[in-house]
DNA sequence: GATTGCGGGTGTC
DNA sequence: GACACCCGCAATC
């Protein structure tokens, strides 16, 4: 949509301010519930929409007292990694959700790497001019406005859901065997060559499972669905200022199913938990927060396949937005488009950054986070929250192109599955 | 036990 | 005054 076509009141839901003495009121649809908001974005959701209504990210954010009753603020609190940098199977990376309470996080703190038994290390956010990002909740009228004031500098830690699964799975391995016998009673499920079945291994099963967009595993878990077409190519443009987008409610919308599959593969949500995995099909309406996603990081120079925000669905998103593909022709869209090769598994520990200071930590990870190659249809490195993958080897890449096809064999075992976990994968896949 | 929202209070700019 | 941050409390999960 050009801005010079705006009407008034769509500029009036565009141009409004988290501070404002009024908000905007005419909105005609708010937008699908962004589960990792970043950068300087708004959004207006439903007043009824479960998730906005419990100020839900899946960043750690902790409440922030900004002495002002009617506007909600929380600052971001970083990620807990491991101060030895270490990498378990497949290069995936600890990234910890921290604690929101102050003692729990001073404890967790004290608590030691799940993968290298080192110590772990809080990295702050300050990407708000060295102060962490903040977001701003506002309930007015019928919609609860949402801002947030900086880009995360860090990579993005475990969801609650996940950080809760592993500690459930931590306290008792009955539960560990029970998340297990919830994923399809599946047999597949098995620790790579080497490894023990560990919690770990069952987080790696959990998020690498299924991936799921933003607003798919937003309503998986255990939020109430939308009742109604949430977002818009309004809303769209409202955040990025960016048009032209079909409405994803609409299957006939204009939308190039390949262009969208591409863009759709930069996303950024998953399913994190069993139960979220076991839930029935789903007519997904998804797309827009990826699409957001990949045009923010469009607008912002970034190469979103490099970027750490990057996608991952196991979808065959030829089908988008409704169909579900016949299982004779999902293999070949359903891998296609990943244009790299596996990173070699790797276990070790990185000594050259133990302990450092933060600034050098964040020096490391721009760096990594830069070297990162991650297939679109798998997870992406910040995707992943507590493991993430990497090559030892800096890539450039392209947009991905119906050429660059992928063996799904390999993939699988680059995902660390072997045939059996393709089957579980599939099948939790009822999309295809 | 952990999270969340609220609010009093302090320090800095 | 704006902002970040600390702390405690109560309700909730």
């Known amino acids: 949509m050009e801005p010079g076509n705006l009407g008034a009141e769509d500029k009036e839901t565009l141009s409004w301010d988290i501070n404002d003495m009024k908000l905007p009121q005419n909105v005609k649809k708010t937008d699908w519930f962004q589960e990792w908001p970043d950068a300087y974005e708004k959004h207006i959701y439903s007043s009824e929409d479960r998730s906005a209504q419990r100020h839900l990210s899946s960043w750690a954010m902790r409440n922030t007292n900004n002495h002002n009753s009617r506007i909600l603020k929380k600052s971001c609190l970083g990620v807990v990694v491991c101060s030895r940098d270490c990498s378990a199977a497949e290069g995936r990376k600890v990234y910890l959700r921290p604690a929101i309470c102050d003692k729990a996080r001073q404890k967790q703190q004290r608590k030691r790497c799940p993968n290298c038994d080192g110590p772990l290390k809080l990295i702050p956010c300050r990407g708000h001019g060295g102060f962490p990002v903040t977001n701003f909740w506002r309930h007015d009228g019928r919609f609860i406005f949402f801002q947030s004031k900086g880009e995360h500098d860090h990579p993005k830690p475990e969801t609650k859901l996940e950080a809760e699964a592993r500690r459930a799975v931590k306290k008792t391995p009955a539960a560990s065997s029970s998340v297990c016998s919830k994923l399809k009673q599946s047999p597949q499920i098995k620790p790579l060559p080497g490894e023990t079945p560990s919690w770990e291994s069952l987080t790696w099963s959990l998020q690498e499972g299924v991936q799921l967009p933003d607003s798919y595993s937003a309503h998986l878990l255990g939020h109430a669905p939308q009742q109604k077409a949430p977002n818009d190519g309004a809303s769209f443009s409202r955040s990025y200022g960016l048009g032209g987008v079909a409405d994803p409610a609409d299957p006939t919308s204009t939308v190039d199913p390949l262009q969208l599959h591409e863009k759709c593969s930069l996303s950024d949500s998953r399913v994190s938990s069993s139960e979220d995995l076991l839930q029935p099909s789903v007519s997904g309406v998804f797309g827009y927060s990826d699409l957001q996603t990949w045009n923010k990081n469009m607008a912002l120079g970034r190469n979103p396949l490099n970027d750490s925000g990057g996608p991952n669905y196991f979808f065959p998103l030829t089908s988008w937005p409704y169909d579900c593909p016949s299982s004779q022709n999902t293999s070949e869209p359903f891998f296609q488009q990943i244009p790299l090769e596996p990173p070699a598994a790797k276990m070790s520990c990185h000594s050259l950054w133990p302990n450092q200071e933060g600034d050098l930590y964040e020096e490391k990870v721009r760096v990594d986070f ?63």
Request: glycine share 2%; hydrophobic share 20%.
């Open 370 to 432: 830069n070297n990162y190659c991650s297939p679109p249809t798998c997870y992406s490195p910040q995707e992943d929250p507590f493991l993430l993958p990497y090559t030892s080897q800096p890539h450039q890449y392209s947009l991905p192109s119906k050429s660059n096809k992928w063996d799904f064999d390999e993939e699988m075992r680059y995902l660390g599955l072997d045939h059996c976990n393709n089957e579980m994968l599939l099948n939790l896949c009822p999309l295809r």
